[in-house]
């Protein structure tokens, strides 16, 4: 059997078996991904999170926390607050899932 080098083919082998750690793993992705969002387009944007925050109405820790891949309380109407901020827009697409089947 050939080695896998892809991370994601790994973990994709390693959770298929396992339907909920399968289902923590894309959460955990989700949310990284969406910190990672945010906190490209803040810095693009040249604010601080104390800036970002005072455009938007909140604090310094809830701009902190919404950065923070580990941070799963992202809500459609806070990222949409921070997209309007940064002059952006939230963009969602439902994607069919789609698994490779082992040979």
């Known amino acids: 059997m050939a080695k896998i080098s ?3 083919k790994i973990i994709d082998k390693i959770t298929r078996s396992e339907p909920d750690l399968e289902v923590m793993v894309e959460e955990a992705s989700i ?3 969406v910190a990672q969002l945010i906190y490209e387009a803040r810095t693009k944007a040249g604010l601080t ?4 925050a005072e ?3 909140t604090k310094q820790p809830v701009i902190a926390s919404l ?3 580990n941070y799963e309380g ?6 949409q607050k921070v997209a309007h901020a940064l002059n952006h827009r939230v963009v ?5 899932i789609e698994h490779e089947q082992s040979a």
């Not at 992202?74 to 990222?79: D, F, I």
């Open 6 to 8: 892809d991370a994601i």
């Open 31 to 33: 949310n990284a991904e």
């Open 49 to 52: 999170q104390k800036q970002l």
């Open 55 to 57: 455009l938007i109405g």
């Open 67 to 69: 950065e923070d891949a």
């Open 74 to 79: 992202h809500s459609l109407s806070m990222l």
């Open 92 to 96: 969602i697409q439902l994607i069919p």
